[in-house]
């Protein structure tokens, strides 16, 4: 817009400019046939009286008033034989024509014009002119600098050789009129921008205080804590604060949904959890070995998959801060306890890595996706490395891998590669998605990808965890 504005004011200057300049230039070139005019009539009676060498003398006090122009002593006129046009100098063509037509309109005819455009410095009769203005202390030379320009228009008369040669210095006021027409565009750019700016920016402002508000909901996993200061308060136009009023509104909503969640799912819990615990001990009761056994097992798998579901639902807004943790440390325990248990679990790879993360979710990410290793590729391989900025856990299996066409569809929930559901390949199908909700909300992702052998076939999933650091 401020390009724009900065064009349009420039051509509305450059037009003024030309106007005025066009005026000044037909003033003046008006001003020489005039004079042309006045010396050139031969039943003029002060035509016989004229200098013709342009001497500076005065023409005779006998001439009538009404043939000279206002400020007779102007009027000194050249007659030559001689060219008058230097060599180098360009005529002025429309300037010709337009001479022609108001000496014509005037019935003065002539055989030949010229107008050009000549420096003071290189015109001898000028300079001596000024030299004689500035010995008697000229008027015109008190009020500014001399004139730089000389305005030179000659005519040839029918059946004369001569050429009458009229002078009229260019005022040196045109230079003062483009400084003031400058500085004018640009006081009135500044304004205009200036109004612009504030106007726009009593829309914009609220705007982007809106943008930053939306950014940081967005990104928060605990929207809530984003209500505890104050929301943002309307302002600006009427349509942006009703903007801002209604997402204020979207705002309390989300949070108020989400806590309507926490709790329900705190009551499932609580409902469904002392229940199998209280049929945990009954079952001890009955004789049959077999029987209670799977009976066991199957309140086992509820309780697990209980658990997968309420913390699927609590990782999106996390009571426990994050502290500084050394996640090669952390790692190696979890390592460690598949270890102690005579699992095929080995720790490869690590580097020293310490960041801010919340250790209790990282080892419940961890121990998924090891345990899906030893479900699926009955061994688990574990790293951790640097890589670009960021903490790259990787765990690999020698397992089947997954169907390139599937491996996104792993991640959603109740999602499971092996279609039964017994006690012996898995629980619900929460792991993995319980895994990339935990790295998402430590800023991260979770990517799965099949290991290729000799020949593209698999070899095995490794799953990796992309943490920044």
């Known amino acids: 817009m401020a390009l724009a504005l900065f064009l349009a004011q420039g051509i509305g200057a450059l037009l003024l400019y030309r106007a005025q300049h066009d005026r000044i230039a037909g003033a003046l070139l008006h001003n020489a046939a005039f004079r042309l005019i006045v010396a050139g009539r031969p039943e ?36 030559t034989t001689a060219l008058p046009v230097n060599r180098g100098e360009r005529r002025e063509r429309a300037a010709e024509a337009e001479l022609r037509q108001i000496l014509s309109e005037q019935d003065f005819q002539v055989d030949d014009a010229i107008v050009l455009h000549r420096d003071v410095r290189d015109d001898l009769r000028a300079r001596l002119r ?21 305005l030179l228009a000659a005519v040839r008369l029918p059946g004369s050789p001569q050429w ?32 612009t700016w504030l106007l726009l920016s009593r829309i914009t402002r609220p705007l982007a205080a809106l943008t930053v508000r ?25 349509d942006v604060a009703r903007l801002i009023a209604a997402h204020n509104a979207m705002e309390s909503r989300i949070v108020a949904l989400l806590d309507e969640k926490d709790v329900m799912l705190g009551a ?5 959890k002392t229940p199998l615990a209280a049929l945990r001990v009954r079952i001890e009761s009955v004789d049959d070995d077999t029987e209670r056994q799977r009976m ?92 670009n900025g960021t ?64 020949g593209g076939a698999a070899t095995g999933l490794e799953a990796i965890i992309r943490l920044p650091l």
């Open 44 to 79: 003029d009676p002060g035509h016989a009286h004229l200098p013709e060498d342009m001497d500076g003398s005065p023409p005779g006090r006998h001439l009538a008033h009404h043939v000279l122009p206002p400020d007779h002593r102007r009027v000194r006129l050249e007659r």
């Open 130 to 150: 000024l030299a004689r203005q500035a010995e008697n202390g000229a008027a015109q030379l008190r009020r500014g600098p001399p004139p730089a320009q000389v």
């Open 164 to 195: 009458l040669v009229a002078r009229v210095f260019v005022p040196p006021g045109e230079r003062l009129m483009l400084q003031t027409l400058f500085g004018q565009t640009l006081l009135i750019y500044a304004l205009l921008v200036g109004a």
């Open 214 to 238: 939306l950014e940081r909901f967005a990104g928060s996993r605990d929207p809530g804590r984003l209500l505890e200061p104050h929301q943002l308060e309307p302002q600006g136009p009427e």
């Open 268 to 272: 499932i819990g609580h409902d469904l």
């Open 296 to 387: 066991a097992r199957t309140i086992e798998d509820i309780t697990r998959t209980l658990d997968d579901i309420l913390s699927l639902a609590r990782v999106g807004r996390p009571t426990d801060a994050r502290e500084s943790t050394e996640l090669s440390a952390l790692v190696a325990s979890v390592v460690e306890e598949y270890e102690d248990m005579g699992e095929p679990v080995e720790l490869g790879q690590t580097a020293r890595i310490v960041l801010p993360l919340r250790p209790t979710w990282i080892r419940r990410a961890l121990r998924n996706l090891i345990g899906n290793s030893l479900r699926y590729g009955r061994r688990a391989d574990v790293s951790l490395t640097r890589e």
């Open 391 to 454: 903490a790259v856990i990787r765990i690999a299996d020698d397992g089947p891998g997954i169907p390139p066409h599937d491996i996104a569809r792993m991640l959603e929930p109740f999602t499971r590669g092996d279609p039964s559901r017994n006690s012996e390949t898995g629980g619900a199908g929460l792991g993995l998605t319980l895994a990339r909700a935990i790295a998402e909300q430590h800023g991260g992702t979770l990517t799965l990808a099949n290991r290729e052998g000799a």
